[in-house]
């Protein structure tokens, strides 16, 4: 069992241990704080496979921008230190049922499946070479949609302040 | 213990993906609601980065789709979470039933 073997599990087991604990806790911010260990643990398996430009856009959308702005709507919606409210059992058993029985329809199709092994050259995920392709406007390029993903940002921008634009009460 | 390999990471990412549903069918409140989309989001992005690494290593395509991915959710995240503060203003909650009357 090699250093490399050692990680991998290491890491599986903080990004599903603690996605666990960020959909049964009841404290919600502990809820949150659960939520940023398992995403620092996605990044941790995409530097172990060796995509460290995705592991940092991971690190800086996810860990730097998405749970900071959760958190933020917390503090803005809930009384910090305030649980949430118990469940209904029976929602509790029916939605880990249904939740096993898919998780293991998938895996059992997984199991079952071979995929495909490669042949021929790769092509190393450096900066140089994603830029290169996702702005190039030849066959396999992605400028087109690039484009489009920088207008829905600038759309959504836009969509949420228009949302959570302070407007006169209405019923009052 | 094996050497992980691709089926290794295709299993963790199904595991991650069932524990966001899970959080997405038992609770009630629309933020958790929220993070359990993330992790179903970040499992299904680290499936693409698995399957370019060892299916299709000659193709970066799998690196875009999860690039998009990522800010695709970033743009939901920030407008679930303005709808979510608007619903709080008006309803004083956050609770998946109080915007039932919206359907009115």
Redesign the interface.
């Known amino acids: ?2 250093g ?2 050692i990680i ?2 290491l890491l ?1 087991l903080i ?2 241990g603690s ?2 604990l ?3 806790s009841r404290q ?1 911010f502990r ?2 704080i659960f ?1 940023l260990f ?2 620092i643990g ?1 990044a941790g ?2 530097f172990w ?3 460290e ?2 592991a940092a ?2 690190i800086v ?2 860990a730097g ?2 749970t900071v ?2 958190i933020f ?2 503090f ?3 009384k910090s230190g305030e649980s ?2 118990k ?1 209904k059992p029976a ?2 058993i ?3 049922l ?3 029985c ?2 293991a329809l ?2 059992l199709q ?2 079952g499946h071979s ?2 092994v ?1 042949s ?4 190393l ?1 450096t900066v140089g ?2 830029g290169k ?2 702005l190039s406007t030849e066959q396999g390029g ?1 400028a087109l ?1 690039f484009e489009v ?1 920088s207008m ?2 600038l759309a ?2 836009i ?2 302040i228009v ?2 634009m ?1 407007s006169k009460p209405l019923l009052k | ?1 094996m ?2 390999g ?7 990412s ?10 997405f ?5 629309l ?2 609601i ?3 989309i ?2 179903m989001l ?1 499992s299904v ?2 499936n693409f ?2 399957f ?9 395509d799998g ?2 789709m ?3 991915i ?10 679930a ?6 619903l ?2 008006s309803h004083q909650t ?1 609770d998946v039933s109080s915007g039932e009357e919206m359907k009115y």
């Open positions: 069992m090699s490399s073997t991998f599990y599986a990004t599903l996605a666990m960020a959909v049964s919600i809820s949150a939520l398992s995403l996605i398996l995409y496979l060796q995509y430009f995705i856009v991971q959308v996810y921008g998405i702005l959760i709507s917390i803005l919606t809930a949430l409210p469940q929602r509790l029916f939605s880990a249904s939740v096993f898919g998780a998938v895996m997984i199991a995929f495909p490669f021929g050259d790769a092509i995920p070479n994603i392709q996702m992605y949609p993903i829905l940002l959504a921008m969509g949420c949302i959570a302070r | 213990m050497e992980p691709l089926y290794h990471i295709l299993f963790l199904t595991a991650l993906f069932f524990t966001g549903v899970y959080g069918f038992s609770r009630r409140n933020i958790t929220l993070m359990s993330e992790l970040n992005c680290l980065i698995a370019n690494k060892y299916v299709w290593p000659g193709k970066l690196v875009f999860t690039l998009f990522i800010a695709i959710a970033a743009a939901e995240a920030a407008l979470i303005a709808i979510i503060i608007n709080y203003r956050i």
